[in-house]
T-cell receptor
Framework: KNQVEQSPQSLIILEGKNCTLQ??????????LRWYKQDTGRGPVSLTI?????NTKSNGRYTATLDADTKQSSLHITASQLSDSASYICVVSRNNAGNMLTFGGGTRLMVKP | NAGVTQTPKFQVLKTGQSMTLQCAQD?????MYWYRQDPGMGLRLIYYSASEGTTDKGEVPNGYNVSRLNKREFSLRLESAAPSQTSVYFC????????????FGDGTRLSIL
């Protein structure tokens, strides 16, 4: 079954600290892996998209890694800010399935001052 | 630049009532999608449209119908609303190719009593 599992479900950190969110997937055949940020009451916004050949990709203070052999990805947030408080969603696209996506349940991050 | 616009933002219905959720995008995208997001679960695809004039079922299509009115607009209709359809509904669009991000609207929060 095509699944995307994220951990932890929720996380509280202090402003300025770093954190890492995890994503494991069983989606096959793999096309790409995406990380989205979803603020409360808003739609998800794309942070990164990584294909099979990409091990790491950065977007400002966000750095995503991908290990396609172990089917794991992580999202590292550096020097967190209050505005980083949001849900972070890992999404995997299947090859030969158009642009069909399998969504993880998300990690809810709260950054406290 | 509006991106993806959804209307209405909130709606309360009684069981058995019908309604149409509207979605429009101004990015000239061919592909459009309707998802639902329920607490603790990942977004699930209801219907999608790969191009104007075509629509296909997603993971959870029962109880819904869609219309791709033109390239810009993709509507979702609930013919006879049920409490199980209480959810947040997101519309998204994407450009060509399998590695393009999906751009989401800010959702319609629908409660069915």
């Amino acid at each position: 079954k095509n699944q995307v599992e994220q951990s932890p479900q929720s996380l509280i950190i202090l402003e300025g600290k770093n954190c890492t969110l995890q994503c494991n997937y069983t989606v096959s055949p793999f096309s790409n892996l995406r990380w989205y940020k979803q603020d409360t009451g808003r739609g998800p916004v794309s942070l990164t998209i990584m294909t099979f050949s990409e091990n790491t990709k950065s977007n400002g203070r966000y750095t995503a890694t991908l290990d396609a052999d172990t089917k794991q990805s992580s999202l590292h947030i550096t020097a967190s800010q209050l505005s980083d408080s949001a849900s972070y969603i890992c999404v995997v696209s299947r090859n030969n399935a158009g642009n069909m996506l399998t969504f993880g349940g998300g990690t809810r991050l709260m950054v406290k001052p | 630049n509006a991106g993806v616009t959804q209307t209405p933002k909130f709606q309360v219905l009684k069981t058995g009532q019908s309604m149409t959720l509207q979605c429009a995008q101004d990015m000239n995208h061919n592909s459009m999608y309707w998802y639902r997001q329920d607490p603790g679960m990942g977004l699930r695809l209801i219907y999608y449209s790969a191009s104007e004039g075509t629509t296909d079922k997603g993971e959870v299509p029962n109880g819904y119908n869609v219309s791709r009115l033109n390239k810009r607009e993709f509507s979702l209709r609930l013919e006879s609303a049920a409490p199980s359809q209480t959810s947040v509904y997101f519309c998204a669009s994407s450009g060509p190719g399998g590695h393009q991000p999906q751009h989401f609207g800010d959702g319609t929060r629908l409660s069915i009593l």
